[in-house]
Nanobody, 123 residues
Framework: VQLQASGGGLVQSGGSLRLTCAAA????????MGWFRQAPGKEREIVAA????????YYINSVKGRFTISKDNAKSTVYLQMNSLKPEDTAVYYC?????????????????WGQGTLVTVSS
């Protein structure tokens, strides 16, 4: 599976962005998916995760109520809608596909990774 993340950019505090992760070579309709981020000087962390059919989602506390993860299995695409962005959301965002179909919050359970897209939020 090849994952291509896009949609990052520069946005002012309070603005919105939608990240897209499209799969190639193989469908991810049966995979749990996740969005991770890595800020400068910090370790990579999970931001949001979703199970194979979108029935279950997970968010870290700092993005709850502002970010929404969704999945379109017909297009083998996962999205991360980010609203009310804050400067502390600045990071490189990565999408990833887990080996299984369930919701996964542990990075070690993710097998396939996209190349990352940079999100910069100015104050």
């Amino acid at each position: 599976v090849q994952l291509q993340a896009s949609g990052g950019g520069l946005v002012q505090s309070g603005g919105s962005l939608r990240l897209t992760c499209a799969a190639a070579r193989r469908t991810t309709s049966n995979n749990g998916m996740g969005w991770f981020r890595q800020a400068p000087g910090k370790e990579r962390e999970i931001v949001a995760a979703i199970d194979w059919n979108g029935g279950r989602t997970y968010y870290i506390n700092s993005v709850k109520g502002r970010f929404t993860i969704s999945k379109d299995n017909a297009k083998s695409t996962v999205y991360l809608q980010m609203n009310s962005l804050k400067p502390e959301d600045t990071a490189v965002y990565y999408c990833a596909a887990a080996l299984g179909s369930y919701l996964n919050t542990e990075e070690s359970r993710y097998r396939y990774w996209g190349q990352g897209t940079l999100v910069t939020v100015s104050s």
